[in-house]
């Protein structure tokens, strides 16, 4: 499968408990970006990203969010003590470059805080 | 402030229809568009795109028009088949001053539902 990887799918956190988000670019990809959309709503973006950059973060949260793209291995969102108000579909998308609109999404990640 | 919108939220269709799903944008600096499709329960999928320099793209039974005057933006699906039933985004990127053309500000969506 050489889509955009996403785990988990789906994932349950009680509030102040940390949530950790996996994203797998396709291959070849080096630039991953993370949305977030609530239920009824468009997608809003958080941040984008390079191997080991962080290039764009103006649409994450000031405290608690938190993104990574290491040299090895998958992107990584990270939200620190979970409200409710963060129970949302997070999806990471990759792109070959920087000079297009053309996202290749994930599945997506669906959190729910209790 | 910026922000993209749709007119309509909901549009249904006879399958072998075509369908038109209109968006607005307000912001004039804006000058990359796309389209997106989400099924449920999956990630948006990419569609088309055009860039401010034009009026019209087509694809395979996809056209997106561009009117910068009014600032408004269509999708319009010819022969509107029951596996197009789905919410479609518009997005807008001011690609020429950002960071990338993939930071997209999207609009709520329409609902477009094709009954056979």
């Known amino acids: 499968n050489a889509g955009v990887m996403q785990n988990p799918r789906h994932l349950v956190r009680r509030r102040g408990q940390e949530a950790r988000l996996r994203c797998s670019p396709m291959k070849g990809h080096s630039h991953v970006y993370w949305y977030r959309q609530l239920p009824e709503e468009g997608l809003k973006f958080m941040v984008y990203?390079?191997?080991?950059?962080?290039?764009?973060e103006s649409g994450m949260p000031k405290e608690r969010f938190s993104a990574e793209f290491p040299k090895e291995g998958p992107s990584i969102l990270r939200i620190q003590q979970v409200v409710r108000g963060d129970s949302a579909a997070y999806f990471c998308?990759?792109?070959?470059?920087?000079?297009?609109?053309?996202?290749?999404f994930g599945e997506g990640s669906r959190l729910t805080v209790l | 402030g910026e922000s993209v919108g749709l007119h309509l939220p909901t549009l249904s269709v006879q399958e072998g229809d075509n369908s038109i799903i209109n968006c607005a944008y307000s912001?004039?600096?804006?000058?990359?568009f796309i389209w997106y499709k989400q099924e449920s329960g999956k990630g948006p999928q990419f569609i088309i795109d055009?860039?401010?320099?034009?009026d019209k793209r087509q694809g395979q039974r996809v056209t997106v028009l561009l009117n910068k005057t009014v600032k408004h933006l269509s999708l319009q699906i010819a022969a509107t088949q029951p596996g197009d039933s789905a919410v479609y985004f518009c997005?807008?990127?001011?690609?020429?001053?950002?960071?990338?053309?993939?930071?997209?500000?999207f609009g709520q969506g329409t609902i477009l539902t094709v009954h056979p």
């Open positions: 990203l390079q191997k080991e950059n962080i290039i764009d």
């Open positions: 912001n004039s600096a804006s000058d990359y």
């Open positions: 997005a807008e990127n001011i690609g020429a001053g950002g960071t990338s053309y993939g930071k997209l500000t």
């Open positions: 998308a990759s792109s070959r470059g920087r000079n297009t609109g053309e996202l290749f």
């Open positions: 055009i860039r401010s320099n034009m």
